[in-house]
């Protein structure tokens, strides 16, 4: 028995031990598996790692470009895509042109920069620095600020109280937006080839935040150029200057034409024939002369195409309170601030660009078109988009539609309620106090308000106007003391004579100057924005009620419609309609609105894409702001600059159906 007894007290003792090894090995595994959930990677390890990489990457590769002669790019770029050709004024240097007309330049909106010289507390440090141009560092760093600064007052279109901010002066105004992101600076370097230096060109830049007739009430901007201009002209032997606007500078400079010849204290008082004596030519460069159809889009919900596209990727990001930014409602606060925008609303009515069921551009087709060479020459009556069918028909006269079935359907099966009349609802920004820091005039609208709008259905030209005072009544009024958008019956009423008509060509003479040439030189060849259509936003409070329908699609690969946005020919911001039609008609000889006839020509650069990245944003791009490093364009500019005329460059250039569309125009010439 004790045997026994000895025996099982053995067992146990020994089974009492393994026990504790059995703990220490499971205590072990589950140590093991702590360790491996610790090295899982979270997403943000992966973030982190994937931006690592890329700020590795990129250093080494800054590191190499800093490291490697400065002609390698140029010998890997002429490896793969054969000898660059001459820059423009290295082959009329070798042609033997030289500097001989003084150059100015008028820069467009939003390319010339701005600087700060007085703001509140939250801008310490700013002084004298660029809130508009350059890197935009600050729109990171203070976004509220920076669109406290950069926005006007809402009541006088000037400065907010204890804010200034003034144009940047001199050449580097505007040569280039943002670092590597050029403007003028192809052009200078240029004209610089063939002689010319900063005695010899000018940058007339203004800010171009404010109503024309208001650079000149705060900055004396007007005055500046007039003696500006005066003074090349006496220093270079009595030659007269060659003028270069671009984009919305075209406006401007028309403007400064009617106001250097008007009597003081409102004009210039430069007399009659001030333009005649100090001109030669006015070659304008993308030049909306009859408004931007995209203009209506950014006042109307603050977007465009691009803006619409990124608005359906990451639907509500955009509108909703982002770290504290509502980003489109402080976008639209800030630019229904700036009067200038309002220079570019479509101008002419449905008489220019289009009624209900017709429109100028009729049976334009949409389909890609094979890429052409900027040297191509097109004859002036040579209509180069054929177009047979009417199966592709675009009503491009519904500039606003509510709804694709109202963008395409015939007039007399929509049913409109005018709006007009209709009593707006409560004032959401006094109901909501989160409004009250991103105020626009919508929140004065309410429900009943947005619901009128929308069930007007269409809206063309001839009635956006109604559409923008029921909807920002504010901005129209400060619009309305500053600019006109119709069509003079008698110019020589003195009505016409106050300065708001003065940047309209279809309420104005151009100056008596018969040995002027006026040029309108743009690119083709892109689909740019002609008219589009727009959905009512899910919520109304605190949001802007409005947005481009980007599901809203025309169904082929040819289709017009595409996100919303129906497309049209021209540089991807102005249509050829309005860049063309005042060259190719209305200014066409001698009629009303050219009384002197002053000659006109039609320059058009056919869109042609870099062949590949090493190009940059190439030398033959007809893009409203790469244009401006267009070889072709510039070559004709440096060509008038050293004397030529525009019969000597070869007359009109034209790849579009210009001429075509304006014969449709039925205007009293």
Same mark, same amino acid.
């Given at each position: 028995m004790s045997m026994l007894r000895r025996r099982k007290g053995s067992e146990t003792d020994k089974n009492s031990k393994e026990i504790?090894?059995?703990?220490?090995?499971?205590?072990?595994?589950?140590?093991?598996?702590?360790?491996?959930?610790?090295?899982?990677?979270?997403?943000?390890?992966?973030?982190?790692?994937?931006?690592?990489?890329?700020?590795?990457?990129?250093?080494?590769?800054?590191?190499?470009?800093?490291?490697?002669?400065?002609?390698?790019?140029q010998y890997v770029t002429e490896a793969i895509t054969g000898p660059l050709p001459d820059p423009p004024g290295v082959k009329l240097q070798k042609e033997g042109l030289s500097a001989k007309h003084p150059v100015v330049f008028v820069p467009g909106i939003v390319t010339g920069g701005l600087e700060l010289w007085e703001g509140h507390q939250c801008a310490d440090g700013l002084f004298r620095k660029r809130l508009w141009g350059g890197t935009f560092g600050e729109v990171y760093r203070r976004p509220l600020c920076w669109v406290e600064h950069m926005s006007l007052d809402n009541e006088t279109g000037l400065d907010p109280p204890g804010i200034r901010v003034r144009p940047v002066p001199g050449l580097v105004a505007a040569d280039y937006f943002a670092p590597g992101y050029f403007v003028w600076a192809v052009l200078i370097a240029n004209l610089a080839r063939i002689g010319y230096e900063e005695k010899t060109m000018y940058m007339a830049a203004y800010d171009w935040r404010i109503s024309f007739q208001n650079t000149e009430v705060r900055d004396q901007t007007l005055s500046r150029i007039k003696s500006n201009i005066e003074l090349m002209v006496a220093t270079n032997g009595g030659k007269k200057v060659v003028v270069i606007p671009h984009s919305m500078?075209?406006?401007?400079?028309?403007?400064?034409?009617?106001?250097?010849?008007?009597?003081?204290?409102?004009?210039g008082g430069g007399g009659p024939d001030w333009c005649a004596k100090h001109i030669k030519a006015v070659m304008n460069i993308g030049g909306p002369f009859l408004g931007v159809p995209k203009a209506v889009a950014g006042l109307f919900s603050a977007e465009a195409k691009d803006v619409a596209v990124a608005r359906g990727i990451a639907p509500g990001v955009l509108d909703s309170d982002l770290f504290g930014l509502q980003t489109l409602?402080?976008?639209?606060?800030?630019?229904?601030?700036?009067?200038?925008?309002?220079?570019?609303?479509?101008?002419?009515?449905?008489?220019?660009?289009?009624?209900?069921?017709?429109?100028?551009?009729?049976?334009?087709?949409?389909?890609?078109?094979?890429?052409?060479?900027?040297?191509?020459y097109a004859a002036a009556n040579n209509g180069a988009e054929q177009v047979d069918s009417q199966s592709n028909k675009v009503n491009y006269g519904r500039m606003v539609s509510f709804g694709k079935d109202a963008s395409v359907a015939h007039s007399s099966n929509i049913e409109r309620i005018d709006f007009r009349d209709a009593?707006?609802?409560?004032?959401?920004?006094?109901?909501?106090?989160?409004?009250?820091?991103?105020?626009?005039?919508?929140?004065?609208?309410?429900?009943?308000?947005?619901?009128?709008?929308?069930?007007?259905?269409?809206?063309?030209?001839?009635?956006?106007?109604?559409?923008?005072?029921?909807?920002?009544?504010?901005?129209?009024?400060?619009?309305?003391?500053?600019?006109?958008?119709?069509?003079?019956?008698?110019?020589?009423?003195?009505?016409?004579?106050?300065?708001?008509?003065?940047?309209?060509?279809?309420?104005?003479?151009?100056?008596?100057?018969?040995?002027?040439?006026?040029?309108?030189?743009?690119?083709?060849?892109?689909?740019?924005e002609r008219s589009y259509v727009y959905k009512v936003s899910s919520s109304v409070e605190c949001y802007i009620p409005f947005q481009i329908d980007t599901s809203a699609e025309g169904g082929s690969g040819g289709s017009c419609l595409q996100g919303g946005v129906f497309s049209v020919n021209g540089d991807e911001t102005v249509p050829v309609l309005s860049a063309g039609f005042m060259c190719a008609k209305a200014w066409r000889g001698k009629t009303r609105f050219n009384p002197s006839g002053i000659r006109t020509y039609i320059r058009e650069y056919d869109h042609a894409p870099p062949a590949n990245l090493l190009e940059g944003r190439g030398?033959?791009? /007809? @893009?409203?702001?790469?244009?401006? *490093?267009?070889?072709?364009?510039?070559? &004709? %500019?440096?060509?008038?600059?050293? /004397? @030529?005329?525009?019969?000597?460059? *070869?007359?009109?250039?034209?790849?579009? &159906? %210009?001429?075509?569309?304006?014969?449709?125009?039925?205007?009293?010439?």
């Open positions: 504790p090894k059995e703990i220490e090995g499971n205590e072990k595994e589950k140590t093991k598996k702590k360790i491996q959930e610790k090295r899982k990677w979270s997403c943000v390890d992966n973030c982190c790692w994937f931006v690592g990489c890329i700020c590795s990457i990129w250093w080494f590769l800054l590191f190499l470009y800093n490291a490697m002669p400065a002609s390698f790019p500078g075209v406006l401007y400079f028309l403007h400064f034409m009617k106001w250097v010849e008007a009597p003081t204290p409102v004009g409602q402080h976008v639209m606060r800030m630019t229904r601030t700036w009067d200038s925008t309002m220079s570019m609303i479509p101008k002419g009515g449905e008489t220019i660009w289009g009624g209900l069921d017709w429109s100028p551009e009729e049976g334009y087709d949409c389909s890609p078109k094979k890429q052409k060479n900027n040297d191509t009593v707006k609802g409560n004032n959401l920004a006094k109901s909501n106090v989160s409004c009250r820091d991103v105020w626009t005039e919508y929140h004065e609208m309410g429900g009943v308000g947005v619901k009128a709008v929308a069930d007007y259905k269409v809206f063309t030209a001839g009635s956006l106007l109604d559409l923008f005072q029921f909807v920002a009544p504010k901005m129209m009024q400060r619009g309305g003391a500053h600019f006109s958008y119709g069509i003079a019956d008698d110019l020589d009423d003195p009505e016409y004579e106050h300065f708001k008509y003065w940047s309209n060509p279809l309420e104005t003479k151009l100056p008596n100057a018969p040995g002027m040439e006026i040029y309108s030189m743009y690119g083709v060849g892109i689909p740019t030398t033959q791009s /007809g @893009a409203h702001v790469d244009i401006m *490093g267009n070889f072709a364009l510039i070559e &004709d %500019i440096i060509r008038v600059a050293a /004397g @030529a005329t525009g019969e000597e460059l *070869g007359g009109d250039q034209v790849h579009s &159906d %210009i001429f075509k569309w304006s014969e449709k125009i039925n205007l009293k010439l």
